[in-house]
DNA sequence: CGGATTCATCATACGGACATGATGAAATCG
DNA sequence: CGATTTCATCATGTCCGTATGATGAATCCG
């Protein structure tokens, strides 16, 4: 049992991997699960999830690949883990009764168990893949420049 | 998949249950599961695990049942869910290549990688049992007292 | 003691996450 | 066009989280 699916992690991964080529060149699924150490169609599943869900875009043949639909700055790592992890369906339920929690009437609980979970996730939305790569060179280059 | 195991879940709400009873009686894992809606047999593993952990106490026969060990306010949320879910395995892989990030030297994405994980977690070791069960009268009591 | 109640545990089963291998479809290039 | 490369998808299988039902062990009470 785990807080955070494999299948998730494999995605922000291949996320943070594709963001070092951006705007360079696109990669393939036998790369990104050679790097990665991920089982290579397993991953390929994955990786066509995210072009589904709009944060990658793919093309076939040779020169093709994967690679970020939009600038690394622009994904969230929530973006990323919520194509395949339900962001909270423990907010639905009430911590205390079998019963959908009153949303305009919760009970103290709940509130607080909201509250919680919120702050909780706020930092995968708050992270963007792009900072999470560290390599800043398409937006920080001019600070880092020559000094490394 | 689910960033929140169901038997995590089952787990605090079974806490959160037991504290609003705390030194006033044992609840059976019959009345848990009932109020909860859990499968009681499930349920009741559940329920043995936080025991050998330490989180709850339990006694059989009639008056039986189960207790929180300490008082509310020193059980953690994630007191009661790192007995089911590991807290952050993805801390222990390099989140860029497939091999175990040098904890000594990790690459720039583990760091940031690290320090999301940590805050994402840090509201369930802040929260305690107590403050989500909104009954606060074993400690407030004297500060709601008849004003209420 | 003996019956009732309740926790503890075992055997079994089901579904979904995770994984593997094979096949189909699109794009590039000679 | 035909061969190669790569994504897309299907069929299949394993393992674990989840769940069910039955049985054993401890505790209370008459």
Do not use: Q
């Amino acid at each position: 049992m785990t807080m955070m699916p494999r299948t998730a992690e494999y995605a922000v991964r291949a996320a943070v991997l594709l963001a070092r080529h951006y705007g360079e060149r696109r990669v393939s699924a036998d790369e990104i699960a050679t790097v990665l150490g991920a089982p290579r169609n397993y991953l390929s599943k994955t990786l066509n999830a995210l072009v589904r869900s709009g944060v990658l875009t793919s093309m076939r043949g040779p020169t093709g690949g994967f690679s970020l639909a939009k600038t690394p700055e622009l994904i969230s790592v929530a973006d990323v883990i919520d194509v395949f992890a339900d962001a909270e369906p423990a907010a639905a339920r009430c911590v205390l009764e079998d019963r959908p929690c009153d949303s305009l009437f919760p009970c103290a609980a709940h509130r607080r168990w909201v509250t919680i979970t919120r702050i909780a996730r706020e930092p995968l939305v708050a992270t963007t893949i792009g900072e999470l790569c560290g390599n800043h060179r398409w937006t920080n280059a001019h600070i880092i420049g020559p000094s490394l």
